[in-house]
């Protein structure tokens, strides 16, 4: 039985260090940016969504619509909705913006890039975990509710009532 304890508690011990090192190994890294003017395809692992076409149904996320009626630049929303949600803003140019989430125990680094594609009224968004190969549905439901708050906050400001100067 002790015996039995202190294997256990050994392997505990590794699991928590080698979470550690991956946290630690998260942090160095970036974005893979724009490949051919388009978001890149997700890996062959789980922890990965994208919305460019041509990922599989597994790793294939809805784009997020551009509200008709918004006047708002569709980065500058994006921009305060991900730090609302705890993302750093990392890099951005026209069209295109990356950023990270680091998970509150371990650190874990994750990658958001969103592409705008005006002429199709939609942005694309990228989300994937820099190491290891589950998340949990994590970034998943991180772009999901990144869609959420985008219309969320493109509505409310388009439905203001002008501001007269």
């Not at 708002?72 to 750093?88: A, N």
């Amino acid at each position: 039985m002790k015996t039995a304890l202190v294997t256990l508690s050994v392997l505990m011990l590794a699991l928590i260090v080698l979470f550690f090192i991956l946290g630690v190994m998260s942090k160095s890294g970036k974005a893979p940016g724009l490949t051919e003017g388009r978001l890149s395809q997700c890996p062959d692992k789980p922890n990965c969504v994208c919305s460019e076409p041509g990922n599989d149904a597994g790793h294939s996320i809805e784009p997020i619509r551009i509200p008709g009626n918004s006047t708002l630049e569709p980065l500058s929303v994006l921009k305060q909705v991900i730090r609302d949600m705890g993302g750093t803003v990392q890099a951005e140019s026209d069209d295109y913006l990356a950023a990270t989430f680091s998970s509150p125990v371990f650190g874990f680094v994750d990658d958001l890039e969103i592409r705008v594609d005006a002429p199709q009224s939609v942005i694309h968004v990228r989300s994937a975990s820099r190491v290891g190969h589950s998340d949990m549905g994590v970034n998943r439901k991180r772009t999901e509710l990144l869609g959420k708050l985008y219309i969320n906050k493109a509505s409310d400001a388009s439905l203001s009532p002008a501001v007269p100067r």
